[in-house]
């Protein structure tokens, strides 16, 4: 009763906050009713995205970036793609915050405010890629369910945290333990309170990493509502899916975490390839670790034009999960042949590389620009749809953008 109660004093004030007025006789919406104000609202204002971002769902609200709008080394909350699986949390008080470390595997069961997480522990920043493991997904064939996500549905910011290892070991870690698990406060989208919308996680040797963390702020700044205030697990390199927003509980368990979205063929692939459209077996299906090697020409937009005899200057990112990307090539004539351009090193592992070529045209007319990048362990994106599976995860093609001479 107390948090119904509470709930409704919390989304009077959001919505008021939304609205920009004070709701008079607010105190008389039924529980559940949306002032018509915000029945049709602005996602562009409301998350301060760019206006050129893509809605693809709004209940719940998913928004994709286009590929040059992720131009920036760093990205910025206005070109962050929204992934959310459930209802965003309404009247979210920071001061009264707190994230419980238990499970089979904790040594004490430990909570600890906003606060104390931030003054205990050392704090650090990195730049961390975060990718959904269903971005692509709208190319594959048979075509799979779920948000039909074309590139841009990743981004790096920086985070700023507690490591999520120091907190574990805070509360002590038993010798048993396999996994993390995260519980968020986000609604079910049927607003049943006993069903999570998603709990995901992942084994210790992930959640102990230097680079996991808890994090409170993202670009220096407070973390925007939409990407997990006011705390957020950020596990880099791994499907987006690992990084939990809007954190309340930690679980370190002693078998592989079981929560919603663990199981069935939810961020999980075939652990051997599949034909398209196969049906494959629950225990032939593995969970999605360190994501494959990618990369996006952020410049210039595709469609482009320019004069003949003038030189296009193109860069971009690229990115391989847990490892570096060694090589980074582009071709011009539909991948017949590849020209070497230099890639940077990450500001820090786990963030994405930075490349730029200046690229020759021979000759009035249509072109692709393809970019293709290989990881440090000489594996290379493919140039078409790799390996179908039933969820339509971890598509790493290589990207194109169309230019014509003129
Ligand atoms: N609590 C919670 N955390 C979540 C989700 C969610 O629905 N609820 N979605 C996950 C998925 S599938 C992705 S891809 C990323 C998206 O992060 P973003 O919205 O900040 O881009 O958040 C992950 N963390
Ligand atoms: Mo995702």
Known sequence: MKRRDFVKRATLSSFATLIGAEIVFGSNMLDGYQPLAIQDPDPFKMFQKNKEMVVLNDKPWNIEAQAHLLDDNITPNSAMFIRNNGLIPEGIDASTWTLTIDGESVITQKTYTLAELKTKFKQYSYQLTLECGGNGRSEFNPPAKGNQWTVGAVHCATWTGV??????????????????????????????????????????????????????????????????????????????????????????????HDGTKMTGTAYRVPCEPVAPGETVKDEDMCIIESMPVKSLITYPKTGATIKKGKTLKIRGHAWAGELEVSKMEYSIDFGATWQICPIEKPANRLAWQHFSATVDFPKKGYYEVWARATDARGVAQPMLLPGWNPKGYLNNACHRIAIKVS
């Open 163 to 256: 490591r999520l290892k120091d907190v574990l070991e805070d509360a002590g870690i038993k010798e048993d333990a396999v996994y993390i698990g995260y519980h968020a406060v986000d609604e079910h989208l049927s607003r049943d309170p006993k069903k999570e919308p998603i709990s995901r996680g992942a084994p210790m040797i992930k959640s102990l990493q230097d680079e996991t963390l808890l994090a409170f702020k993202m670009n220096g700044e407070d973390i925007p509502l939409a990407h997990g205030y006011p705390l957020r697990l950020v596990a880099g390199g791994w499907p987006a899916s690992v990084s939990g927003k809007w954190i309340e509980r930690i679980s370190i368990r002693n078998k592989v």
